[in-house]
């Protein structure tokens, strides 16, 4: 018996694309961290970290006429004017997204970035004179992280990681919402390590730009997808070395992710001129992202959520389809996952990526080879 691999033209054009991306590094044969949300023109982002305890949120300001979407993936999410982003609801612009550590206290960020853009005259026109900020916003868990747990990101936060915004470079790292940012809690915090916020994009030769920030505080382990490898996870029992939470779930280990302790949320954005419910489609498609890069992802412990922003700047000539946007929406979350857990710094108890080095490629059991399992022929 002969074994045949056939791979689809799509496929073969997918990974020409990847490879050509920034989130693909040649050196490393994996993905590395490449751009990020601001390269989409007009997209500002700020990051206020508190000093009293790691926390901290992240506000991303849209341009005026900035079209909105979100899905909602995980079973313990905390959001905000989520429902407004319903395709058949009326609104379909979009001022503002915070990401926030603070768990449920931490949707208090979004009323300084209300604060904010009500003070810059920005919102939605209600009547002659009004104008409403619509500011959507999701939250993650680290109330046990780092020190006094009733220190969380409140309106103050929102307010001045607003006006702290910017186009340039976004820091990335154990700064704004992932300050407090952990991941890999299969088995307890005990053997965690620290997650953190990326950032990543790509640009193609027309001109379309979709690019993406994520807050990473998973349950899971996150993995580069391109090898394989677990970068950031649960550690193994004396917190050496990376335990790799799928052996530990095949080997019937801990589970572990106690409802509404963990969360990854994100925003990705783009230059494309899209519909309220393309923009909605993107966000879903976007999610593929968290599980090509956490294992496992959208766990009932986890509020993984994520927000979509349409720009409409791409000139009319070079219009994309929202099938493309979506497909490397989903590219740039996974790079901009690894680039939060690679950038991130170490707290007591809890290392960074760098602090430990990945365990080495499981070597194939030959048993398992489908040319172990042809019978011997016979002279």
Not at 55 to 69: I, M, N, Q, R, S
Not at 148 to 162: I, N
Not at 325 to 354: F, K, M, N, Q, W
Request: a negative charge.
């Amino acid at each position: 018996m002969r074994y045949v691999s056939f791979v689809s033209p799509g496929v073969v054009a997918t990974l020409l694309l990847l490879c050509a991306g920034p989130g693909w590094s040649q050196e490393t044969g994996g993905f590395a961290p490449g751009g990020g949300l601001t390269d989409v023109p007009g997209i500002r982002v700020g990051h206020h970290t508190l000093a009293e305890r790691p926390t901290g949120c992240t506000v991303v300001l849209a341009p005026e006429g900035t079209v909105g979407g979100v899905d909602v993936r995980g079973g313990a999410p905390g959001t905000r004017e989520t429902d407004l982003l319903d395709p058949v609801n009326t609104v379909e612009i979009v001022n503002a997204v915070v990401l926030a550590g603070g768990s449920a206290f931490g949707l208090d960020a979004a009323s300084g970035v209300v604060r904010y853009l009500e003070e810059q005259g920005v919102g939605y026109p209600v009547g002659p004179v009004v104008r409403v900020p619509i500011v959507s916003a999701a939250i993650l868990y680290d109330l046990g992280v780092g020190g006094d747990w009733t220190v969380r990101p409140g309106p103050e936060c929102g307010y001045q990681a607003a006006v702290g915004a910017t186009g340039g470079p976004v820091g990335s790292g154990s700064v704004g919402a992932g300050a407090g940012a952990t991941v890999g809690k299969l088995a307890g915090m005990g053997r965690a390590m620290k997650g953190g916020v990326g950032s990543a994009s790509i640009t193609l030769p027309g001109g379309l730009v979709v690019a993406a920030l994520v807050a990473v505080n998973a349950v899971g382990d996150v993995i580069d997808p391109a090898t394989g490898r677990v970068v950031a996870g649960v550690r193994s029992d004396d917190g050496t070395t990376l335990a790799d939470a799928r052996v530990l779930l095949r080997a019937g280990g801990p589970s572990g992710g106690s409802a509404g302790r963990n969360t990854t949320i994100g925003v990705v954005a783009t230059n494309a001129r899209l519909t309220k419910a393309e923009a909605s489609r993107v966000a879903l498609m976007a999610q593929d992202g968290y599980a090509r890069a956490i294992y496992p992802a959208h766990t009932p412990g986890d509020g993984d959520t994520t927000f979509s922003l349409a720009t409409g700047a791409l000139a009319d000539s070079a219009r994309a389809s929202v099938g493309q946007v979506g497909a490397l929406a989903a590219d740039v979350v996974a790079a901009a996952i690894l680039d939060a857990v690679r950038s991130a710094t170490p707290l007591p108890g809890l290392p960074a990526a760098a602090d430990l080095q990945p365990p080495p490629p499981a070597r194939p059991d030959p048993s398992e080879h489908p040319a172990a399992q042809r019978p011997t022929p016979h002279p």
